[in-house]
């Protein structure tokens, strides 16, 4: 099992910049693939975006693409998302999430709250 937390949450100014790290502990970061999803008020959890374990390949949600950036620095056992350009529809609370290759995201953090004010 692995354990995860991320940080990195707050305020930040429509348009403006915001990178949440998760970091991971137990078992071997490198063995998992890693994601990120969010949920609004009132909206069902979404998917943001997900990292394979080598950190090469990587798949975005259509209303982030080319906006978010998602990262893994596996010697830090740490997964980020760069967000930029950011709009109001992206406040929300963000998870990290980890699972085994081929198998459900079944490992989550706590979450993180991302408000945006305009």
């Known amino acids: 099992q692995v354990q995860l937390v991320e940080s990195g949450g707050g305020l930040v100014q429509a348009g403006g910049p915001l990178r949440l790290p998760c970091a991971a502990s137990g078992r071997t970061f490198s063995n998992y693939n890693m994601g990120w999803f969010r949920q609004a008020p009132g909206k069902e959890r979404e998917f943001v975006a997900d990292?394979?374990?080598?950190?090469?390949?990587?798949n975005y949600s259509g209303s982030v693409k080319g906006r978010f950036t998602i990262s893994r620095n596996n010697a830090k056992s740490t997964l980020y998302l760069k967000m930029n350009s950011m709009k109001a529809e992206d406040a929300a609370v963000y998870y990290c999430?980890?699972?085994?290759?081929?198998?459900?995201?079944?490992?989550w953090g706590q979450g993180t709250q991302v408000t945006v004010s305009s």
């Open positions: 990292i394979n374990r080598s950190g090469d390949i990587k």
């Open positions: 999430a980890a699972g085994v290759p081929t198998e459900p995201y079944n490992y």
